[in-house]
């Protein structure tokens, strides 16, 4: 593969994860009209259907490719999976999250696949699929007819697991080692920051149920809080744009040196693990940041 078209794989690939979380919380309008057109029932069976015909479209691809390795039995627990989620959320709308974050995390692999050279990929994968899940609901709560919930966190990170199972039985053990785990001790400076980041957002989520509850944000969501997200902010953008000139100023001088390209791989794949997290918590506390000076409605 060119470094040209790398490139433009990789642009492509984020911009489409970018996409398709913004696009999510409107997914719920499409279902309202067909139950207005059709009927509730009828809606109801929408994500069963769509579910049933992953799985079968799934299982043709594998007879048909062959695409058979050591671990396509774990494609056994995606429907049990499912099943599990279907049988404790009983509203049907909710299940079109399923196929939602299967896709998300397909999505999400291949973004991650341009660049990533080791081990961890799949742990990487969950973590920031899960994440994106969170943002989700955050979208949803500024929505008009949307609502930020808990219980649609847990089924977006169960959907994640399916989605990686499914990506898992088809594909060979990665190759690849944990060497690159030892590229984070250059980056504790952004490390730390991923850490303030990510403390913060756990905070945020749960003061927002607050917010939800009590239909206001001011006198609700702690100003303290509120400084942590803006700070955050600040130091997030600034560990950004530091670390990507100083990586690409060590790669163009790598670029030239004998057995740099493995170097080079390990440092990228870290990097992976510390700034898509960071890109991701940004997001969620850009999204506070918006409800605070905007005075939207979160609920």
């Given amino acids: 593969m060119s470094e040209k078209y790398k490139s433009l794989k990789r642009v492509l690939l984020w911009v489409l994860v970018a996409l398709y979380t913004g696009s999510l919380p409107y997914v719920i309008f499409v279902y309202r009209a067909i139950e207005e057109h059709f ?11 769509i579910i049933s015909l992953f799985g079968i479209g799934y299982i043709v ?14 494609i056994v627990l995606c429907p049990i999976i499912a099943y599990v989620i279907i049988s ?40 920031c699929s899960t994440m994106l899940g969170i943002v989700d609901e955050m979208e949803q709560g500024i929505h008009p007819g949307r609502y930020y919930g808990w219980r649609d ?21 990665l190759a690849g080692d944990w060497a690159w785990t030892g590229r984070l001790r250059k980056l504790k400076g952004p490390l730390g920051i991923l850490f303030h980041g990510a403390i913060g957002a756990l905070l ?16 609700v969501y702690p100003i303290w809080l509120l400084a942590w997200n803006g700070l955050f902010l600040s130091l997030g953008m600034i560990a950004v744009c530091y670390q990507y ?38 997001v969620m506390h850009v999204i506070v940041i918006f409800i605070a000076i905007s005075g939207w409605e979160f609920l």
């Fill in 153 to 173: 966190m847990v089924i977006n990170a169960a959907s994640t697991i399916i989605g990686i199972l499914t990506i898992m039985g088809l594909k060979k053990r």
């Fill in 245 to 282: 000139r100083r990586f690409h100023k060590e790669n163009y001088a790598q670029k030239n040196m004998v057995g740099s390209g493995t170097k080079t791989k390990e440092v990228v794949t870290a990097n992976l693990w510390v700034f898509v997290p960071l890109a991701i918590l940004l």
């Fill in 61 to 74: 691809y594998i007879i048909l490719t062959k695409k058979v390795t050591k671990r396509t039995a774990l």
């Fill in 204 to 219: 945020l989520c749960i003061h927002l149920f607050n917010v939800k509850e009590n239909e206001a944000f001011w006198g």
């Fill in 88 to 127: 404790l959320e009983p509203n049907p709308n909710k299940h079109i999250h399923i196929p939602e974050y299967v896709l998300m995390s397909w999505i999400l692999f291949e973004a991650l696949s341009v660049d990533y050279n080791g081990k961890g990929i799949f742990i990487l994968l969950f973590i």
């Fill in 39 to 49: 009927s509730r029932a009828v809606a109801g069976k929408i994500p069963i259907v």
